[in-house]
């Protein structure tokens, strides 16, 4: 269960893309180790809210704050270092290198050692990568993926690859996790592991998790608290049962 203690605070957040408002006025507040859902429509404005928080896109107006910092206009780089990790619609491992080379890029994001150090591989720099090493396949064993850490990511099952690239952002030590539609393209064996992964996580490492996703079964299931968008507007926010009961998010999104 979340604690009281605010991981990420979103303040009445906008932007516009020349003529068109794609998100308006969005207020959130995800507690320590919650796990919060952004659903909505196709078009509703959720993937443009995951590009602002992990800056790629600079907000209009608004506010967004991480653990009681501002991070508005940071970097993408600046923004993971700081916290926030990310998985996409469209799964993007680095296909032709293994899943532990996969998972030891995101832990580099933390290398702590200068040009110097890592050119001529000095004591620190061998330190550090015994440990980065360590770590991935720590990682790995959660997801049971540790016999396959010399394949390429590319030869890896649909719904391990799903798992690998959430392996990787979990590689970044973020505070809190995106998980961009991570059941996309799943069966529904697939579907139920995922749900089960995404607890665990959750448990094991005690990050807080927004995740976007269609699934409404998933979402219901897990999510503690719900925002849906549409029109890149907030329609409705609640605990899933307000949310399966709201008439304006039925008439819009849920459907009968």
């Known amino acids: 269960m979340s604690s009281n203690k605010v991981v990420l605070e979103v303040e009445d957040l906008g932007i516009n893309f020349g003529g068109l408002r794609a998100v308006d006025n969005l207020n959130m507040t995800i507690h320590e180790n919650e796990l919060y859902g952004l659903i909505g429509p196709n078009g509703a404005g959720k993937t443009t809210v995951f590009n602002i928080l992990t800056g790629v896109y600079p907000p209009t107006d608004g506010t967004i704050k991480l653990e009681g910092q501002v991070i508005n206009g940071k970097t993408p780089h600046e923004i993971a ?22 998972v030891l890029v995101s832990l580099g994001v933390h290398a702590d050692y200068d040009v110097v150090t890592g050119m001529f591989k000095l004591p620190k720099f061998h330190a550090q990568e015994v440990a980065m090493e360590d770590e ?51 069966n529904p064996q697939e579907t139920e ?64």
């Open 136 to 186: 991935a396949m720590r990682l790995l064993d959660v997801f049971e993926l540790r016999d396959d850490c010399d394949k390429l990511a590319r030869n890896l099952p649909y719904g391990e690859q799903r798992e690998l690239e959430i392996v990787r952002a979990l590689g970044a030590r973020p505070k809190l996790l995106l998980l961009d539609e991570p059941a996309a393209g799943m």
């Open 193 to 256: 592991n995922l749900m089960r992964t995404i607890d665990v996580v959750r448990k094991q490492f005690g990050i807080s998790i927004l995740l976007i996703e269609h699934d409404m079964k998933l979402v219901m299931g897990i999510c503690e608290k719900i925002t849906v968008l549409n029109y890149g507007a907030m329609l409705a926010c609640g605990t899933p049962e307000e949310i399966q009961n709201n008439p304006q998010v039925i008439s819009a999104y849920l459907g009968e």
């Open 81 to 102: 270092q700081l916290g926030i990790a990310r998985t996409f619609q469209n799964i993007r491992l680095f296909k032709d290198m293994t899943v532990k080379e996969n």
